[in-house]
């Protein structure tokens, strides 16, 4: 069975300029997660989607962040402008059922601002 | 607000000693467990959960962690620590359909 997948890998842009991070969970979990990692930091939570409903957006920074899942499946994180701040890995993963909080990890989207 | 303090930022054990990462939380009721483990460049696997019952939880690669309700804690064992384990090493803590995590300890195997 397939894990979370994310793409790309690694993204190096420079300021003010949009990026996007894409998601594809494992198949048949409804709940899918943005995490965003700091350099020597835990990952925090940006957003939670069931299904293709953002149930907590709550720390999205939602004067430059976006994020949608319009089928319920694979997701899309944006980031318009990106600040020099933004600089971080961007994670994805998946859960089933939903409230179960055992969440499986893609290996994440190390974003690089210059 | 609640938390989860990881005490010690990096640890250095020699190959084939015994390891303990120490975690604490800060939550009234009991809570949902976890230790997660970073490769270089990778993302997080689970390496074992607590949700309730025996409070010594197994896990994957031979890591076991213990429960502890007095001491708010969630300690993270293995008895004999091998060079691939070289990882950084996250517990959280899970509630209201998210993960809390802490900063992170990061292992060093030296041969």
């Known amino acids: 069975e397939a894990g979370v997948v994310q793409s790309p890998r690694y993204k190096i842009i420079e300021k003010k300029q949009p990026v996007a991070f894409w998601c594809n969970p494992i198949?048949?979990?409804?709940?899918l997660y943005w995490y965003r990692q700091n350099l020597g930091q835990g990952p925090e939570l940006l957003i939670r989607y069931e299904n293709e409903e953002a149930v907590d957006d709550s720390q999205l920074p939602k004067d430059r962040f976006s994020a949608e899942r319009l089928k319920g499946v694979d997701s899309t994180l944006k980031i318009q402008p990106a600040e020099l701040g933004d600089s971080a890995v961007y994670l994805c993963a998946s859960s089933s059922p939903p409230g179960n909080t055992e969440a499986f990890f893609g290996q994440g989207t190390r974003l690089t601002v210059v | 607000a609640q938390s989860v303090t990881q005490p010690d930022i990096h640890i250095t054990v020699s190959e084939g000693a015994s390891l303990e990462l120490r975690c604490n939380y800060s939550?009234?009721?009991?809570?949902?467990l976890f230790w997660y483990v970073q490769s270089p460049g990778q993302g997080l696997q689970l390496l074992l959960k607590?949700?309730?019952?025996?409070?010594l939880v197994q896990g994957i690669k031979g890591f076991e962690a213990e429960f502890k309700r007095s001491q708010s804690s969630f300690n993270l064992r293995k008895p004999s620590v091998h060079w691939s384990d070289a990882a950084e090493y996250f517990c959280a803590w899970g509630s209201n359909y998210k993960l809390t995590f802490g900063k992170g300890t990061l292992l060093t195997v030296n041969p």
């Open positions: 607590y949700f309730s019952g025996d409070t």
């Open positions: 198949s048949g979990h409804n709940t």
């Open positions: 939550y009234g009721a009991t809570p949902y």
